[in-house]
């Protein structure tokens, strides 16, 4: 892509506190948002559920961008995080999808050769368009230093849903996959490969400033297969991403990974790794290069619960990496039943330093 091409807004370095401390820099107080922190905890977020349904509010443009904002204005985060799923890319290329109340994401799945046929890669960038969309009018519409993130699942974790179905326990369906059908499984984890690629280009594209890849259930993986699964598709899709747009950093979020998340960072090549409940974040600092951001991982529930338990924990973590840098973060999304002022207080203690 030619310089040209890029929408102005692209031109220089932002000096957003999250994407300094994304590319490397110790920001103190560190800059702070929340997964889910657009969703059910919000009563204003409840309002416009009545609206339309999941599906319906990801792809229109306006409740996308109202539901993005919504926790900005009440709390003021250093990010904002596009309201979509991580199941829109296999939606956008064909395969069924849909959301059903208390049952979560229900897709008919893809299990052989001929089901792969349902996906179609040629339609992806057009299906995505009111994505971008959204993306573009909220570059217009965030506050000054408020950065944007686009988004998408890593190919293991959206491949778990398009195998499973929806949500699963055990995952049986692709772990039987993987080791009966490897030509569907591979052949499945090539065409996300490649177009969760490309989908988050074209998000930056849109005026998306910094990426973040969610592996919820890379950990369920045995270290050998999440090599081959979880770190080669990441470092794969962050080549990608950086042959084209090396200024916009890169989150990756290897849930459950463990002690293989130190080695998630180095061959991924990621800018910063999100890390789960139970990382501790002084250790994992001792894991990785002192460049490489962390971010994270208050417990939800501890959030969900309040108080002074609350604050001191934020603390905790918040100081335990004071002089390198991190974004402050949970280490999964918020509790749909947590009170917004515990959010309000949370983001209060990590800023008053
Ligand atoms: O209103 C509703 O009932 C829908 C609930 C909901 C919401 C608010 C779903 C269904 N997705 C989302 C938004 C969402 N999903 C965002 C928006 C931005 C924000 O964080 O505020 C993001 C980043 C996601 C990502 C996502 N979707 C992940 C990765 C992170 C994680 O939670 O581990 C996963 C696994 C999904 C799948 C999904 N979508 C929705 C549900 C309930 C699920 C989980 C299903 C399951 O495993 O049982």
């Given at each position: 892509?030619?310089?040209?091409?890029?929408?102005?807004?692209?031109?220089?370095?932002s000096?957003?506190?999250?994407?300094?401390?994304?590319?490397?820099?110790?920001?103190?107080?560190p800059?702070?948002?929340?997964?889910?922190?657009?969703?059910?905890?919000?009563?204003e977020?409840?309002?416009?559920?009545e609206?339309?349904?999941?599906?319906?509010?990801?792809?229109?443009?306006?409740i996308?961008?109202?539901?993005?904002?919504?926790?900005?204005?009440?709390?003021g985060?250093?990010?904002?995080?596009?309201?979509s799923?991580?199941?829109i890319?296999?939606?956008?290329?064909?395969?069924?999808?849909?959301?059903?109340?208390?049952?979560?994401?229900?897709?008919t799945?893809?299990?052989?050769?001929e089901?792969?046929?349902v996906?179609?890669?040629?339609?992806m960038?057009?299906?995505?368009?009111?994505?971008?969309?959204a993306?573009?009018?909220?570059?217009?519409?965030?506050?000054?230093?408020?950065?944007?993130?686009?988004f998408?699942?890593?190919?293991?974790?959206?491949?778990?849903?398009?195998?499973?179905?929806?949500?699963?326990?055990?995952?049986a369906?692709?772990?039987?996959?993987?080791?009966?059908?490897?030509?569907?499984?591979?052949?499945?984890?090539?065409i996300?490969t490649?177009?969760?690629?490309?989908?988050?280009?074209?998000?930056?594209?849109?005026g998306?400033?910094?990426?973040?890849?969610?592996?919820?259930?890379?950990?369920?993986?045995?270290?050998?297969?999440?090599?081959?699964?979880?770190?080669?598709?990441?470092?794969?899709?962050?080549?990608?991403?950086?042959?084209?747009?090396?200024?916009?950093?890169?989150?990756?979020?290897?849930?459950?990974?463990?002690?293989?998340?130190?080695?998630?960072?180095?061959?991924?090549?990621?800018?910063a790794?999100?890390?789960?409940?139970?990382?501790?974040?002084?250790?994992?600092?001792?894991?990785?290069?002192?460049?490489?951001?962390?971010?994270g991982?208050?417990?939800?529930m501890?959030?969900?619960?309040?108080?002074?338990?609350?604050?001191?924990?934020?603390?905790?973590?918040?100081?335990?990496l004071?002089?390198?840098?991190?974004?402050?973060?949970?280490?999964?999304?918020?509790?749909?039943?947590?009170?917004?002022?515990?959010?309000?207080?949370?983001?209060?203690?990590?800023?008053?330093?």
């Open positions: 892509m030619t310089q040209a091409s890029t929408p102005a807004v692209h031109t220089g370095r000096d957003k506190p999250l994407l300094r401390a994304l590319r490397g820099e110790a920001v103190w107080p800059p702070v948002w929340l997964m889910r922190q657009a969703g059910r905890y919000l009563p977020f409840r309002a416009m559920r609206q339309a349904d999941f599906l319906t509010r990801c792809m229109t443009p306006e996308a961008v109202e539901l993005t904002l919504q926790p900005i204005r009440r709390y985060m250093d990010g904002a995080i596009l309201f799923d991580i199941l890319l296999p939606w956008a290329m064909g395969q069924d999808l849909r959301f059903e109340e208390g049952r979560g994401p229900i897709l799945p893809i299990r052989t050769e089901d792969l046929k996906l179609d890669e040629d339609r960038m057009d299906a995505v368009e009111p994505v971008r969309e993306l573009r009018r909220l570059r217009r519409e965030l506050p000054e230093q408020t950065a944007l993130l686009g998408a699942g890593s190919p293991f974790t959206v491949a778990c849903y398009m195998v499973e179905g929806g949500g699963s326990r055990d995952f369906h692709i772990r039987a996959m993987m080791q009966q059908k490897p030509s569907v499984f591979n052949k499945l984890m090539d996300l490649r177009n969760t690629a490309k989908m988050l280009c074209g998000q930056i594209e849109a998306a400033e910094a990426i973040m890849l969610f592996d919820s259930w890379g950990g369920i993986l045995p270290p050998e297969a999440f090599r081959q699964y979880v770190i080669e598709p990441t470092r794969q899709i962050v080549e990608y991403i950086r042959a084209r747009h090396p200024d916009v950093p890169l989150v990756g979020f290897p849930r459950l990974g463990g002690v293989m998340v130190a080695e998630y960072a180095e061959k991924t090549g990621i800018n790794l999100a890390l789960d409940t139970v990382a501790e974040p002084a250790k994992v600092a001792e894991m990785v290069p002192d460049t490489l951001t962390l971010q991982n208050l417990d939800p501890i959030l969900l619960n309040g108080g002074e338990a609350l604050v001191k924990e934020a603390r905790r973590i918040r100081d335990s004071k002089g390198r840098p991190h974004v402050f973060n949970l280490g999964h999304g918020v509790i749909k039943t947590t009170p917004p002022e515990h959010v309000a207080a949370l983001v209060e203690a990590i800023r008053d330093v």
